[in-house]
């Protein structure tokens, strides 16, 4: 059996997970989110979805987990984002208060 495949699967799904991690950083930080774009990281989750969902019907764990990871990761941004426009709450100001912190 050929490991090839299930190996690009892995260093695919890391490499394309990883690319989140300084996009939810920089927020955390700078609690900035007003130029992310809220349509596109809502049709990015539903794609990741569907990837999701298509992994599992395959049996293909690189795509489940990593799929699971990239919900996790687009989720935190979609959230950062809905409580910048007020559409979810934020009791404590924490994320996206609604103006780039300073500094």
């Known amino acids: 059996m050929s ?3 299930l190996l690009l699967g892995l ?3 890391c490499v394309s997970t ?3 991690i300084p996009q939810v ?6 609690r900035d989110c007003l130029a992310i774009s809220l349509k596109m990281y ?4 539903i794609g990741f979805v569907l990837w999701l969902g298509y992994g599992y019907a395959l049996g293909s764990a690189p795509l489940v987990i ?3 990871l990239n919900i996790l990761l687009g989720g935190a941004v979609l959230v950062f984002k809905l409580q910048s426009i007020g559409l ?3 009791p404590r100001k924490r994320f996206c208060p ?5 500094g």
């Open 3 to 5: 490991y090839l495949p």
């Open 11 to 13: 260093v695919a799904g």
């Open 18 to 20: 990883y690319a989140f």
């Open 25 to 30: 950083v920089k927020i955390w930080r700078e």
């Open 42 to 45: 809502v049709l990015r989750l």
């Open 66 to 68: 990593f799929n699971v």
């Open 88 to 90: 979810c709450p934020d």
């Open 98 to 102: 609604g103006e780039p912190a300073a």
